[in-house]
């Protein structure tokens, strides 16, 4: 009986192994599949296909972010849009840094990375990557923080509008590494080949976006309207 049960149990692992091993299989064939398409298919159709789902994370749903907070936050009087539109030259340049130029390098690197078939650097590029990305973000925290208001106050910023305008980027600028961190790892996926996943994600966030600034910012039933910075 006992060498019926160990039989039995030796043909359940090599059975589980034996499916295991066909798993990795067929997830390294697909990971395989895209790789050769990147390497080895047409330059201009292999093009064609990575394009739009970028040009819909990093051109349409920026623009469409900026467009939607300042017609909300312009309802809410000149003040709080002036102030809002003294933020956004820095949020822009922090958006353009994480996303375009460390993004891009991170993006390239992993890409390559993994072309190579280095996966055990193409993990430490994303952890080295992340550690990059929390030093900027506590470079951006720590001056636009500390400096925010003389900052303002020379592009002009005075009473109402310098106060949103402070309240807006102390909230913003608070949570940078949040950002940073999101940036850096939407750019891990492009460079991984998924941009598709990215752009879909990113439009499901924004719809998210468009539902709850409204919301927070106006109020609903119960729930009180809120300043300029839930936006």
């Known amino acids: 009986m006992s060498k019926r049960c160990s039989s039995s149990i ?3 692992s090599v059975h589980g192994s034996i499916a295991r091993t066909v798993s990795e299989k067929r997830a390294e064939s697909a990971g395989a599949s895209r790789t050769r398409l990147l390497l080895e298919g047409p330059i201009v159709p292999t093009l064609l296909r990575l394009a739009p789902p970028n040009v819909v994370v990093n051109v349409v749903l920026i623009a469409s972010t900026a467009s939607i907070d300042a017609h909300f936050v312009g309802k809410l ?4 849009l002036a102030g809002l539109s003294l933020v956004f030259p820095l949020i822009m340049l922090m958006q353009q840094i994480a996303n375009s130029s460390m993004g891009g390098s991170v993006a390239a690197a992993v890409a390559r990375a993994i072309g190579a078939g280095r996966h055990a650097d193409a993990s430490a590029l994303v ?3 992340v550690i990059v990305a929390a030093g900027m973000a506590a470079v951006f925290s720590s001056v636009l923080l500390t400096g925010g208001p003389v900052l303002y106050a020379w592009m002009g910023g005075t009473g109402e509008t310098r106060a949103a305008a402070l309240e807006y980027s102390n909230t913003v600028f608070a949570g940078a590494a949040v950002y940073w961190l999101l940036s850096t790892l939407t750019s891990v996926v492009r460079g991984v080949g998924q941009a598709t996943v990215l752009a879909v994600v990113y439009l499901a966030s924004q719809v998210l976006h ?3 600034v409204p919301t927070l910012m106006f109020g ?3 729930l009180p309207p809120a300043s300029p ?3």
């Open 220 to 222: 609903v039933g119960p």
């Open 210 to 212: 468009i539902l709850l």
């Open 229 to 231: 910075v839930p936006a």
């Open 127 to 129: 952890v080295h990557g």
């Open 10 to 12: 030796k043909a359940r």
């Open 77 to 80: 009087g000149p003040p709080a």
